[in-house]
């Protein structure tokens, strides 16, 4: 039998390359094999990619050394950044820039880049419809990676720039699910008017990501964002009635309220929706549903995620 090809995965134990790593271990015909980078081996959730047949090394994207270790001898790579764990669209920049340089070195062949748009591009720094964070920023998290994407073809790595869609699983980890509110009744509350907003269950982002390694010659140096369904917020708030059991009413809010929620990113999450409503045809176009379930012949629609894990979005 050929020796298989390692794809090194960044965030192995978290939502993206946690899929990644389970998709590859899935496929007992799989080319590949999953190199499944973590701070701590020993974790519950390190020892249970182990099991799966991952090879579990330590890495930390605070220690470059660490980073290029990860990266020897293999064929293909994920690399993700993790701003809600820091908050630095300076950090993701130097993270990015780390994983490039150690792509370059490590000779890989294709990289997937998990990235998001530049909304400077979409909405100038003096365009005041949103308000600019840190100076230099609209959508820090966005900014950072879509500024980063230049060190990859800098770089000269073969890269896939990968877009991800809102996680489903926000309303459950994110506190981003329906909220009883004074009156007891559930409300979805969302700044997206009456636009449509692409998203997608975590887990099939992993799966996707594996599809395209499957397809380098299709993929490689190209834009490409995944999605499970493209839903307004009256659809969403519809189809959590249905699968809760309870009415959940769509609270169409403006940005600007949003963004006086007052919440550690508020203002930042409240210009990321404000950029989904209004440039709503740009951003799903991109995040194709047929591509997606191409990618990934599993792909969920938010009923079937729903089916799955509405009884685990926390309620109060
Ligand atoms: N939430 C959304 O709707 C959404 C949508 C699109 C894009 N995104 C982007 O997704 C990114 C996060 O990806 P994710 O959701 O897959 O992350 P995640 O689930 O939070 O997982 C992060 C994993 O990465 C590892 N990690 C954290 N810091 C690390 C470091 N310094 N060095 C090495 N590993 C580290 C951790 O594993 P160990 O503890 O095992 O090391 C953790 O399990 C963010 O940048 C966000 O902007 C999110």
Known sequence: MATKKIVTVFGAT??????????????????????????????????????????????????????????????????????????????????????????????????????????????????????????????????????????????????????????????IFFGAGPKKGQDGKLALTLPIGDSKMAGIATEDIGKCAYGIFKNPKQYVDKYVGVAGEHLTGQKMAEALSKALGETVIYNKVTADVYRSFGFPGAVELGNMFQIYDEFEEKVNDLRDVKISRKLNPELQNFEQWLSRNAKRIPLD
């Open 14 to 171: 978290g939502a993206q390359g946690g899929g990644l790593v389970r998709a590859i271990c899935a496929d007992p015909n799989s080319e590949f094999t999953a190199r499944a980078v973590t701070r701590d081996p020993n974790s519950d959730k390190a020892r249970e990619l182990a099991k799966l047949g991952a090879e579990v090394v330590y890495g930390d994207l605070g220690n470059a050394e660490s980073v290029h270790k990860a990266l020897e001898g293999a064929y293909g790579a994920f690399f993700v950044t993790f701003f809600w764990a820091h908050y630095s669209p300076e950090q993701e920049k130097a993270e990015a820039a780390l994983f490039a340089k150690a792509a370059k070195e490590a000779g890989i062949k294709h990289a997937i880049w998990s990235t998001l748009e530049d909304t400077r591009e979409l909405v100038p720094l003096d365009d005041d419809r949103m308000p600019t964070i840190n100076e230099i920023y609209k959508v820090p998290h966005f900014d950072a990676k879509g500024e980063s994407n230049k060190e990859f073809t800098e770089a000269e790595v073969p890269t896939t720039f990968f877009h991800c869609s809102f996680y489903w699983d926000n309303f």
